[in-house]
T-cell receptor
Framework: KQEVTQIPAALSVPEGENLVLNCSFT??????LQWFRQDPGKGLTSLLL?????REQTSGRLNASLDKSSGRSTLYIAASQPGDSATYLC???????????FGTGTLLAVQP | DTEVTQTPKHLVMGMTNKKSLKCEQH?????MYWYKQKAKKPPELMFV???????INESVPSRFSPECPNSSLLNLHLHALQPEDSALYLC??????????????FGPGTRLTVL
């Protein structure tokens, strides 16, 4: 059974810091990976999608990479801002179920 | 229009009530999903419709009844719910089915409270 772990579970940083969120899969047989942001009580906002033929994607201050051989993905946030405070979820497609399997989430707080 | 909309935003219902949640997308997506999310947990898949046909039911209790009237609309009919069914219900859509090549896009959710 595919399990997705995100490290750290929670992170608090001062404004302006660069930070890295980690996501790892027990089954490296994934072929697409999506990062989401969720504000409290709200829906999921798609940040980046890394498709099977890609190794990374960039959008503004965000960069996500995927290493299928190791079953790991990282989300890099540059020059963090208080508005980046939210829960970040990674989710992978593929494996035996071919469904979107969510990670456990990282709760990020950026202090002004 | 790159948006998934959900109504209502909030719903409070008693255990004997019948209510419905509604989801709509106008992106031409052919797959639509219902998820349930409890506090501080990731979303859990409930149902998947692909090309307007139910393709996955994750062993959800029959008090939850999905319906896909057309390719843009997805409903979730609720009847005789239990307090433990209180959660955030999320709708999502994707361009195609489970292959996930183009990602899933989520609505803002309906906060359901069962008294």
């Amino acid at each position: 059974k595919q399990e997705v772990t995100q490290i750290p579970a929670a992170l608090s940083v001062p404004e302006g810091e660069n930070l890295v969120l980690n996501c790892s899969f027990t089954d490296s047989a994934i072929y697409n990976l999506q990062w989401f942001r969720q504000d409290p009580g709200k829906g999921l906002t798609s940040l980046l999608l890394i498709q099977s033929s890609q190794r990374e994607q960039t959008s503004g201050r965000l960069n996500a990479s995927l290493d299928k051989s190791s079953g790991r993905s990282t989300l890099y946030i540059a020059a963090s801002q208080p508005g980046d405070s939210a829960t970040y979820l990674c989710a992978g497609y593929g494996g035996a179920t071919n469904k979107l399997i969510f990670g456990t989430g990282t709760l990020l707080a950026v202090q002004p | 229009d790159t948006e998934v909309t959900q109504t209502p935003k909030h719903l409070v219902m008693g255990m004997t009530n019948k209510k419905s949640l509604k989801c709509e997308q106008h992106m031409g997506h052919r797959a639509m999903y219902w998820y349930k999310q409890k506090a501080k947990k990731p979303p859990e898949l409930m149902f998947v419709y692909s090309y307007e046909k139910l393709s996955i039911n994750e062993s959800v209790p029959s008090r939850f009844s999905p319906e896909c009237p057309n390719s843009s609309l997805l409903n979730l009919h609720l009847h005789a719910l239990q307090p433990e069914d209180s959660a955030l219900y999320l709708c999502a859509s994707s361009q195609e089915g489970l292959a996930g090549g183009y990602g899933q896009f989520f609505g803002p959710g309906t906060r359901l409270t069962v008294l």
